[in-house]
């Protein structure tokens, strides 16, 4: 079974509007990381949060993690069309290895 | 952008026929993955390197093996393909373990 699970699948909104999006994992964590992906392409690091930190900002992301409810919220503001892609959260845990999400697909209309 | 380069791009075969995914990359770095992206599945893992001969078993390993002879080179073959496998093919690398992953552009094969 997934350890990260997104929701929701998938998100439409108009630009200009904010983004959410939230990932649940299953056990404890070294750091949860976002990926985006585009149309095509490979996946792209975002942004890393690290488990005794609760907040993280990059630009228009900001990225919240609640290690008491194992859960992590993604916020892209001021949304473009160029957003448009499928969001993927990933989990580190205690080994070599990322577990990944099944995505956000989200959809920015101009 | 990582140095990550995966051949081929596309490729089309039959099934029971063996292929071979290569991925290269320039950055030196230890680690080294091959995932596989399916509708519904996400990204899983199918075999990782951490370092030249060292490799390891992901989460969807079976009818995959993989061999890292170079730091810079990492092979993933289907011994004998099935339809099962069609999908697209990821290699990634990464530094440090559990540090963030830098992702080639994808094999997009197709067993038929």
């Known amino acids: 079974s997934q350890q990260g699970e997104e929701d929701p699948q998938a998100l439409s909104i108009q630009e200009g509007e904010n983004a959410t999006m939230n990932c649940s994992y299953k056990t404890s964590i070294n750091n949860l990381q976002w990926y985006r992906q585009n149309s095509g392409r490979g996946l792209v690091h975002l942004i890393l949060i690290r488990s005794n930190e609760r907040e993280k900002h990059s630009g228009r992301l900001r990225v919240t993690l609640d290690t008491s409810k194992k859960s992590s919220s993604l916020l892209i503001t001021a949304s473009r069309a160029a957003d448009t892609a499928s969001y993927f959260c990933?989990?580190?845990?205690?080994?070599?290895?990322?577990?990944f999400g099944t995505g956000t697909r989200l959809q920015v209309f101009p | 952008d990582a140095g990550i380069t995966q051949s081929p791009r596309h490729k089309v075969t039959e099934t029971g026929t063996p292929v071979t995914l290569r991925c290269h990359q320039t950055?030196?770095?230890?680690?080294m993955y091959w995932y596989r992206q399916d509708p519904g599945h996400g990204l899983r893992l199918i075999h990782y390197?951490?370092?030249?001969?060292?490799?390891d078993k992901g989460e969807v390993s079976d009818g995959y093996s993989v061999s890292r002879s170079k730091t810079e080179d990492f092979l993933l073959t289907l011994e004998s393909a099935t339809s099962s496998q069609t999908s697209v093919y990821f290699c990634a690398i990464s530094g440090p373990k559990g540090e963030p992953q830098h992702f080639g552009d994808g094999t997009r094969l197709s067993i038929l």
């Open positions: 950055e030196n770095h230890r680690y």
């Open positions: 990933a989990t580190a845990i205690n080994t070599d290895k990322l577990i």
């Open positions: 390197s951490y370092g030249v001969k060292d490799t």
